[in-house]
Every structure is written in structure tokens, then in C-alpha cells.
């Protein structure tokens, strides 16, 4: 991994290779934007992306301030509720910083109920702490409470911040100067927030979901789809300029396909991760992945008498209940004409894609370069079988290997960095229903598999990570043939993978980042169904200490901040609350006892009957004799 200082050097003479990188002809051109030279640039890949962990800050100081409060009356989709935003304000405007910035966020909660902010897709280089997942690390910023999120972009390109009830904005990190000369085949660039509105607030939707019922499991479908949070949003167009258009998914739980009428789009980002353009007819977004794609505008007075939408299909294989007048095709429309009369690009002229074909991740190619990871030892390979069921609490609960997460009594990060080297890489310590992945040692590659058992696509999302994606596939999980016949050799990197119905994925990463991350369906509900798992990353390598503020909302909450998931030292488990446990499938002995029994009292009752029977019939010859 590469320190700032020797980026710099390598950037210094990055103006005279572009140069010459753009007058060489054997550089690929794909219709009007080229491949992108990273030789040139001198910068190689890194198991975060194209991150530079450890950097100095050189950058300047971007300061946000967070009054989170419910801002009332916003009617989406002629409803009218209330959401959660920032500053009486909401949509929350959309943040941007530069690469290496230092990003400080002062939140005062103003809710009647704990929050967390956690940016989705951030490294968050030797600052786990600052990851925002509630109970794992940090406690919940009590009502009332200020706090300060504070971390360094040690990343660039499309992220966010989250929450189902309106909490949520894009959030983008420019590349460093000369990378985004490198990168800049564009005029011009926007975000396009692809999110779902439902009418009913979230405790109330999450109460209905883990309810005993909804033994199917049924989930919770939106209202409406929004882009950029509005009911009709629309993007003015120049004539022949070209742009990039960043596409975030807030969603929580609709995956979209993605097209734009009457142009050619081409993918150059997905989570954060810089690809070579590659041309797509559509391609597919699900909750809290990323992807950008750069098109050109038509030239005047070629097409653009007219307007052009850019769609979002929403993939309903999870509707169960989708209410009765939901729009599936949510559109935006490009704008070149802005006058009154203009009208749409004619949608007989329009070919819809064949989303059967749609977007190969697989073939995506990283602009900066990381040569494929080799498979791991075997204690660093973990496999988890992903289902849902009915558990003992009567509950349909997401699981991975029929283990639903359960929170623990302290904070995960809290257990790492209290229970004593002894103890540290334990799974045990961080309670059963944690689904912890421990690997011991900085620097150890590890592999992860998810086998889908479920119909549906679920999003997992890793945080602190952007992991080398070696198999995505709609086939079912062979253990004995598990990858593909050829691993490409620099591998797409992403932090979010969509696994279709009853496929699975295999993606691996190098454990250098310290910290306790959650691995977790990002399906809101779904998470909160119990689908969830945490990494434990080289926890004696964690430098960390939890501020004085986080330790006083802690006990005004009454969360211990040491010892192990339950609060205590060592394994001792005493008081810890575990998950419930799936339903016996069979007849267990007790079982066979009760039918042996009620055999032999059937067998009884039928004979006596037949012996009362048999003394009437007797009884009744001797009096006729």
C-alpha cells in the first residue's frame, strides 16, 4: 500500500503521461470515451479500492452541522406523513467533499429516540469507531445529545448516509486533482437517488414485518419509488455536452433496473470503485449499491426537439402485497427542451432491454489495478447458507446458517478491546448469535461465501471493505465445484453484492483494516430480521480508544462499555440473551412415547369394546334359550 507522500511523486508527472497516454493510439476508445491509463498514473489498487490508508491529512476541513429532527407535511405520492431530516429541512441536501478532506459532522438529536449515523461504503481506515452501527461501534446518541463524527477520506467516489425514514443523502468524495483530470471525460456531473417511500414509519412497518402474523415472511413493499426524493423530478440537458451520472441507491428493499432512452450509457463506477467504460443497455441497482455511468448528449438538432427518461423498474419478485396502485416504472425525465409543448421521446420508438441480459458485473474491469487474491487458508473461509424460517418465537427470521444475529449486552468493538488478548479471537465472546468471523492475523486473506437459499435477490453489504467479487452466478452453491472456470485477473471490487434467488457469491479481501464490521443483507428488513454477521479483523491490531462523550451516552443508556457480549469477563455467558432457535423437524422421543401410548390405549379401548360387544351377544342367547 502506497503512502500519500509516493502517490504525490508518482502524480506529479501525471499531466505529461496523459498527454501522451491521449495520443496514443493504441489506447482503446469506446464510441468517444477512452480506456483509462492507470499505468500511467502510476497508482495500483488496494483491497479498499484506490484508497490510501494511513495517508497524512493534507487535506482541508469540510464541517457539517446535523440538527436531526422530524421535519412535518411531506406529501410524496399523495400521501403526506412525517420524515426524519436535518436542520427542519428534508430532502437532506447532498454532501460533497475532495479525497483526503478531514470530514467533521456535528449531530444534535433531536428525535425522541437514539440515533446513529454510519456511512455506507467508507473504509474508515483506523477509525472503526467512527462506522456508526449502532451496538456494534458505538452506543446510540441519546435523545437530547450531541456528538461529533470525525475521519479522513481516505476513498473517493459515490457513497451515502442511511436510514429508512428519510435520514438518508448522497454523498460524494472527488478523486485527487490529477486523477480526476485522468478521470474527466465529462462536462458535467449529477446524483441521481433511487430510494423507496413508504407511507407507514418505520417502527411501525418493522412491528408489522417480525410479526407472528406474518409466518411467511412477507415483505413490507413500498409505496412508491422516488428519485431524488421528489414525485417528478427532471434534469436539464445540454446539447452536445457529455456527463456522468451518479445513481445511489437509498432503497429498502427494492432492487431497479436502469435505463435512459435514446443514448448509450457506460458504466465507469460501481461502490466506489473506478471501472473501465463499459457499454451497458441497462443494468440493475440494488438497496445501498452505487453505480455511475457516463453518456453523451445529442448533438443540437439531432433528437433533441424532444425529451428522454431515464427509468428505475422496480424487480418485484418479493411483492407478495404490492399495493393496488404502485408505479413499477419510475421515470426522470432529460430534459433539452424545456418549452411548455415539448414532448417525450415517443415510447413506440423505444426499446425496452431485455433485463434478462442485463449488466455483467463479472466483466467489469478496475481502472486501478489489483491482481486477484489467492484462495485463503481454510480457518480463513467462511460459508454461511442463507434462509428463512419460523423460529421458535414464532417469528419468520432471516438466518445465516439458521442462526438469526441477536445484538449483544456491550458494543463488539467495546468486547475486542476489553477482553484481553486470552480472549480476543474467540468467536464465543462476542455471543453465539453473533456469527462472528474472526481472523486473527493483519494482512491474512480471507474468503466469504454466501449460498442464497432464499427466492429472492439479497444485497449484502460489508462495511470498512471493498472486496475482489470472484463468483456472482444464479446457480446453486456446488462445494465441490465452487468457482468459476477461470477468475479474471483483476477482479471487479465492490462493497455491496446482489445475490440472485438461490445463487450465491464468493468475493475474498486482504484483512488490513483493524475493526469489527457488520456483514449484513442491506434489505432493511431483512437485517432486522436477524440476516446479519460481524468480521472481527485483526482485533489485537486495533489502536483505539473510545472517547469520554460516547462512554457518558453509554451509561445514561445502561450499556456496558467492557467485557465480553453478555458484560462479563472471560466465556462466562451469564445473562446473555440469544436468539431464538429454529423449529424441531420431526418427532422427537417424547413424541414417540405419546404415540406408542395412545396406540396401546386405542388397542385397549377397541378390545374392550369387542369383549362388551361379545358378552351382549352372549347374554342375549342365554335368555332366548
Known amino acids: ?357 442485463i449488466m455483467d458485473e463479472l466483466s467489469l474491469v478496475p481502472v486501478f489495478e489489483l491482481a486477484a487474491l489467492e484462495n485463503p487458508a481454510t480457518a480463513n473461509s467462511f460459508h454461511w447458507d442463507v434462509s428463512f424460517q419460523v423460529f421458535t418465537d414464532g417469528v419468520n427470521h432471516g438466518s445465516f446458517n439458521n442462526t438469526p444475529f441477536v445484538y449483544p449486552k456491550v458494543p463488539s468493538l467495546y468486547s475486542a478491546l476489553s477482553v484481553g488478548s486470552a480472549y480476543i479471537n474467540n468467536p464465543a465472546v462476542y455471543g453465539a448469535n453473533a456469527n462472528a468471523m474472526v481472523v486473527e492475523n493483519l494482512g491474512d486473506v480471507l474468503e466469504i461465501i454466501i449460498a442464497n437459499g432464499d427466492s429472492g435477490k439479497h444485497p449484502f453489504h460489508l462495511h470498512g471493505h471493498q472486496f475482489q467479487l470472484i463468483q456472482l452466478t444464479n446457480e446453486t452453491f456446488d462445494p465441490m465445484n465452487p468457482y468459476p472456470d477461470s477468475i479474471a485477473p483483476n477482479p471487479v471490487r465492490r462493497d455491496t453484492v446482489n445475490i440472485p434467488g438461490g445463487g450465491y457469491a464468493i468475493f475474498r479481501l486482504v484483512g488490513q483494516n483493524p475493526g469489527l464490521w457488520f456483514l449484513h443483507c442491506h434489505i432493511e428488513w431483512h437485517f432486522e430480521a436477524g440476516l446479519a454477521a460481524i468480521l472481527v479483523e485483526a482485533p489485537s491490531s486495533i489502536k483505539e480508544t473510545i472517547d469520554s462523550n460516547m462512554l457518558s451516552f453509554c451509561a445514561a443508556q445502561g450499556v456496558p462499555v467492557s467485557g465480553n457480549a453478555a458484560g462479563n469477563t472471560a466465556l462466562d455467558m451469564t445473562g446473555y440473551v440469544s436468539g431464538p432457535s429454529t423449529l424441531y423437524i420431526g418427532i422427537p422421543a417424547t413424541g414417540w412415547g405419546a404415540i406408542v401410548a395412545c396406540a396401546i390405549s386405542s388397542f385397549i379401548g377397541v378390545a374392550t369394546v369387542i369383549w362388551f360387544s361379545k358378552k351382549d351377544e352372549l347374554s342375549e342367547s342365554k335368555a332366548r334359550q
Open 1 to 357: 500500500m502506497q503512502t500519500l507522500d509516493t502517490l504525490l511523486a508518482l502524480l506529479t508527472a501525471v499531466v505529461l503521461s496523459l498527454v501522451s497516454a491521449q495520443s496514443n493510439s493504441s489506447l482503446p476508445t469506446v464510441s468517444g470515451f477512452d480506456a483509462v491509463n492507470a499505468t500511467a498514473l502510476g497508482i495500483a489498487g488496494d483491497t479498499g479500492g484506490p484508497a490510501v490508508a494511513g495517508a497524512k491529512n493534507i487535506g482541508s476541513v469540510k464541517t457539517f452541522t446535523w440538527n436531526v429532527d422530524y421535519v412535518e407535511d411531506i406529501t410524496r405520492s399523495n400521501y403526506t406523513r412525517r420524515m426524519i431530516g436535518v436542520n427542519n429541512t428534508w430532502p437532506i441536501p447532498a454532501m460533497v467533499i475532495d479525497f483526503n478532506d478531514t470530514f467533521v459532522l456535528n449531530v444534535k438529536n433531536n428525535l425522541d429516540k437514539g440515533v446513529a449515523i454510519h456511512f455506507h461504503g467508507l473504509s474508515q481506515y483506523g477509525t472503526t469507531r467512527m462506522d456508526g452501527a449502532g451496538m456494534m461501534s458505538q452506543c446510540l446518541i441519546p435523545p437530547g445529545s450531541t456528538y461529533t463524527y470525525t475521519w479522513t477520506a481516505t476513498q473517493w467516489g459515490s457513497y451515502w448516509g442511511e436510514y429508512v425514514d428519510g435520514l438518508r443523502t448522497p454523498l460524494t468524495i472527488n478523486p485527487p486533482p490529477a486523477v480526476k483530470a485522468a478521470l474527466n471525460q465529462f462536462d458535467e456531473e449529477f446524483v441521481v437517488s433511487v430510494a423507496d417511500f413508504y407511507h407507514l414509519e418505520h417502527p411501525v412497518v418493522i412491528q408489522q414485518f417480525l410479526g407472528i402474523y406474518n409466518p411467511s415472511g412477507a415483505e413490507p413493499v413500498p409505496d412508491a419509488g422516488l428519485l431524488n426524493e421528489v414525485d417528478n423530478p427532471q434534469q436539464v440537458i445540454e446539447a452536445g455536452k457529455s456527463y456522468k451520472v451518479r445513481v445511489v441507491s437509498m432503497a429498502a428493499l427494492v432492487t431497479y433496473d436502469m435505463y435512459l432512452e435514446g443514448h448509450d450509457m457506460y458504466v465507469v463506477e460501481v461502490d466506489g470503485v473506478d471501472v473501465q467504460p463499459s457499454l451497458q443497455s441497462s443494468f440493475s441497482i440494488g438497496p445501498a449499491q452505487r453505480v455511475s455511468f457516463l453518456f453523451k448528449a445529442r448533438s443540437a438538432g439531432n433528437g433533441t426537439d424532444v425529451n428522454y427518461n431515464f427509468h428505475a423498474v422496480m424487480e418485484s419478485s418479493m411483492f407478495e402485497n404490492a399495493p393496488e396502485n404502485l408505479v413499477y416504472d419510475v421515470t426522470m425525465p432529460f430534459i433539452y427542451n424545456t418549452s411548455a409543448s415539448a414532448q417525450m421521446f415517443p415510447a413506440d420508438n423505444t426499446t425496452v432491454p431485455d433485463f434478462d441480459d
